[in-house]
């Protein structure tokens, strides 16, 4: 099956003072009709650069999409011009943002911010589009439709107006749909609806779905594969049953020691050490080390490449023939090296 959408070391970067701060960092993935895949890590790893960058959204003039191609269906977005690239996003591309209240105009009624998407892409006139709108409304499980679709965005809850965002996002049959932490700010309760929306619509539509999220109980429930990414590089790349079943990299192996079992009460949890450091604050090696309880001497000088192992793809140094020959005693200094370096960075909450 051919890739829907094929992202090639991508490069994203914030420039300030005549400094560049490179937010996302030779990013490569791939995506085939109909599937989801995953991209997690914590809140500062490019996961939402990422997404931005493929619809070509980052803030202009500090940001910039400085290398890399993002083929979609073959043709590579970063060739597009404005005009182009406005006939891409919500036809063919749509996009879930993270807080539908700020990304809904709170000026117009739902209806009407649905109905202008039809209308701009599909040239529908405004009757056909109201009777689209309202049965989109339906379609994603909204009750009373016709009385929704005259509300303002401030009369629905948050779970509506997630659901809004959905139906805009997928009033147009696009191919790819971009969730940017669908289910942030949700109940529960709500988070299943939307995600078994999601996955309804998906076979519905034959939707290829990009979610960005760092909550990985939404990954287990909604991905076909998995990125894990971590200070602008995806350090693991699998399908979600064996990430789930054999995570590889220490970072991945942290984020779900982090995790609460229901099966398993008594155990503490085991939080990762520290935070995710700011992106100005990268220097040589592995970018995890600072927070790595396997660091030793080789994670400090050199950054590992993106590595083959199984059904994996790894960014770390334990699966290379070279991890064998190491130490006690580089273990231990590559440690304190590590421990030094990062109590040195600016952390950003």
């Known amino acids: 099956m051919e890739n829907l959408l094929e992202v090639k070391n991508l490069k994203t970067s914030f420039f300030s003072d005549g400094k560049e701060t490179p937010a996302v960092d030779g990013v490569s993935f791939e995506l085939k009709k109909g599937e989801t895949l995953g991209i997690v890590g914590e809140s500062g790893s490019g996961k939402s650069v990422t997404s931005l960058s493929i619809l070509q959204l980052i803030q202009k003039p500090h940001g910039k999409i400085v290398n890399g191609e993002i083929l979609f269906k073959s043709q590579n977005l970063l060739e597009l011009n404005d005009k182009q690239i406005r006939k891409i996003r919500g036809k063919h591309i749509s996009m879930i943002f993270q807080e539908p209240m700020t990304s809904l105009n709170p000026v117009f009624t ?5 109905m202008e998407v039809m209308t701009l892409h599909h040239g529908v006139s405004m009757r056909e589009a109201k009777v689209q709108a309202i049965n989109m409304l339906e379609l994603v499980g909204i009750p009373s439709p016709e009385k929704r679709f005259m509300q303002y965005p401030h009369q629905l809850s948050g779970g509506m107006r997630q659901r809004v965002m959905i139906a805009m996002a997928l009033a147009c049959n696009p191919d790819l749909l971009i969730a940017d932490e669908p289910t942030t ?41 998995v990125a894990v990414m971590y200070l602008g590089r995806i350090v693991e790349y699998t399908d979600v049953d064996t990430f789930f079943e054999e995570p590889k990299h220490p970072y991945s192996q942290g984020l779900l020691k982090s995790i609460p079992s229901l099966s398993n009460r008594v155990e503490r949890l085991t ?21 790595c309880e396997h660091v030793h001497d080789m994670c400090i000088r050199e950054e590992p490449p993106l590595m083959s192992i199984s059904q994996h793809q790894i960014r770390c140094w334990m699966y290379s023939e070279s991890w064998n020959d190491r130490d006690k005693e580089d273990t231990a200094h590559g440690r304190e ?6 109590s040195s960075k600016v952390v950003h909450h």
Do not use: W, Y
Not at 110 to 114: A, M, R
Not at 337 to 342: D, L, T
């Open 271 to 291: 939080p990762i050490q520290g935070q995710v450091p700011h992106p100005s604050a990268i220097t040589q090696g592995c970018r995890f080390a600072g927070r």
């Open 185 to 225: 700010a949700l109940d529960v309760t709500i988070q299943a609806q939307i995600l078994e929306l999601m996955k309804n619509l998906k076979k519905q539509f034959d939707t290829s779905i990009l979610l960005i999220t760092h909550d990985l109980g939404v990954v287990s429930e909604a991905a076909d594969n």
């Open 337 to 342: 090296v590590a421990a030094g370096r990062e």
């Open 110 to 114: 739902v209806g009407n911010q649905i």
